[in-house]
């Protein structure tokens, strides 16, 4: 986005020839962004139908025009050749509605993106993504260098889920600095510095670089 004060947003999408992929995405500040990917694959059985739900945040409830089938990751495999509804919803999060046209011999995948409910957490704590979670919620908008408050820490962090599989290590705590390196969910690193909305990490290599907070959590 043109605006700094709002995130980007990277995911991978899988195209498949001579069929539609739609992504859509609202942006907003911090965790206020909202959007879904939809794509078509086809099965080798051109008599099924599937559908994959994948949510950010996991462990979203999913219901198929107006009935609950389960939560997120979810294969279906239990649907008609026809349009449905399919709306994602999870506690402290924006419900996503997402129209679609099931068709025989493809699964259809989504890939629905929440924002935080501001409304529904007024006064409350956002939500605390665990260490094996998809990344933990902040409501701040992403800062940027001459908005940042350092605090000098320690310890170490853990790499949480992101929706692109990796997490980009930038020279300095802002959107718009170049990328130093590359990290993978999972991975424990040392924590040297802090500021609003980042975290500084000494990398295996022995070199230091910014991540986003919101893609780590303290140890």
């Not at 694959?41 to 025009?65: H, M, R």
């Not at 990344?135 to 962090?157: E, M």
Request: aromatic share 6%.
């Amino acid at each position: 986005p043109l605006d700094k004060t709002l995130s980007e947003f990277q995911g991978k999408v899988n195209i498949s020839e001579g069929i539609l992929t739609v992504v859509d995405r609202k942006f907003g500040k911090g965790s206020l962004s909202s959007g879904s990917i939809i794509s078509l694959s086809p099965l080798t059985d051109k008599k099924k139908i599937e559908l994959l739900v994948v949510s950010f945040p996991q462990g979203s409830d999913i219901s198929l025009d107006g009935n609950i089938i389960g939560s997120t990751p979810l294969l279906y495999k239990d649907l008609t050749e026809s349009d449905h509804v399919v709306k994602i919803k999870k506690t402290g999060y924006k419900e996503k509605s997402v129209r679609i046209r099931a068709s025989l011999g493809y699964k259809l995948t989504i890939a629905g993106y929440l924002s935080i409910d501001t409304d529904a957490l007024s006064g409350s704590i956002a939500p605390q993504a665990s260490t094996s979670a998809v990344p933990s919620i902040s409501i701040a908008p992403s800062p940027t260098l001459s908005d940042s408050k350092s605090i000098k820490v320690g310890g170490q962090v853990v790499i949480l889920d992101t929706p692109t599989g990796f997490l980009r290590v930038r020279e300095s705590p802002s959107l718009g600095s170049a990328e130093v390196a590359r990290i993978t969910p999972g991975g424990t690193y040392s924590l040297l510095d802090e500021k609003t909305g980042w975290y500084e990490i000494k990398l295996e290599s022995g070199s230091t670089g910014w991540i986003s907070s919101q893609y780590a959590q303290k140890q």
